[in-house]
């Protein structure tokens, strides 16, 4: 049982340049998130989608995009990316009801120089 | 906008001590609450959860619950080196026509042998 398991693990770009981080999870869980973790920030949520075939904004959604594949498969695209966007993502899934908990990916380091 | 408060530490204990780690939050309807332990370049990983008043005992971990003064907290028995991390808490409360995890920025604990 691999859970959530997200690509690529390391990323390097150009200001500029665009790419997509994939992320699928063998959980059988309606929702999906994408998270953002800055040193000291702690985790942010930059877009989610409850079900398949929905997405929502999160908290910090500006130069991001999203696409809910499937219901294994939520991707997150930077279309530009700037240095600001130089992170760590996080993909995550959680089953339906309130107590249910959020499991995360291994991460995904991406720099933007 | 819901909160999710943590001290950032460090928090500096000696081996076989208790860690008592504190979380406030500003959601009165918030339901669930969790703890996920973070280490250095790694993705957090659930500790414990829980749902109702009280405390509630996993191993050396034990979460305590104060709805009426809208606090979380863990307590770390007999403390090891290896439990050096960063302690995120998170509590789910209802946003946007969904439930979402909302993550304080986590406190950094470190178990001095």
């Known amino acids: 049982n691999a859970g959530v398991t997200q690509t690529p693990k390391f990323q390097v770009l150009k200001t500029g340049q665009s790419m997509t981080l994939q992320c699928a999870q063998d959980?059988?869980?309606?929702?999906m998130y994408w998270y953002r973790q800055d040193p000291g920030m702690g985790l942010r949520l930059i877009y989610y989608s409850a079900s398949e075939g929905t997405t929502d904004k999160g908290e910090v959604p500006n130069g991001y995009n999203v696409s809910r594949l499937n219901k294994r498969e939520f991707s997150l695209r930077l279309e530009s990316a700037a240095p600001s966007q130089t992170s760590v993502y996080f993909c995550?899934?959680?089953?339906?009801?309130?107590?249910?908990?959020?499991?995360f990916g291994e991460g995904s380091w991406l720099t933007v120089v | 906008q819901k909160e999710v408060e943590q001290n950032s530490g460090p928090l500096s204990v000696p081996e076989g001590a208790i860690a008592s780690l504190n979380c406030t939050y500003s959601?009165?309807?918030?339901?669930?609450f969790f703890w996920y332990r973070q280490y250095s370049g790694k993705s957090p990983e659930l500790i414990m959860f829980?749902?109702?008043?009280g405390d509630k005992e996993d191993g050396r971990f034990t979460a305590q619950l104060n709805k009426a003064s809208q606090y979380v907290s863990l307590l770390i028995r007999d403390s090891q080196p290896s439990d050096s991390a960063t302690y995120l808490c998170?509590?789910?409360?209802?946003?946007?026509?969904?439930?979402?995890?909302?993550f304080g920025s986590g406190t950094r604990l470190l178990v001095r042998p």
């Open positions: 959601d009165r309807g918030s339901q669930s």
């Open positions: 959980m059988n869980h309606n929702s």
């Open positions: 829980i749902y109702s008043n």
């Open positions: 995550a899934s959680r089953g339906t009801g309130s107590g249910n908990t959020i499991y």
């Open positions: 998170a509590v789910n409360s209802w946003v946007d026509s969904s439930y979402k995890l909302i």
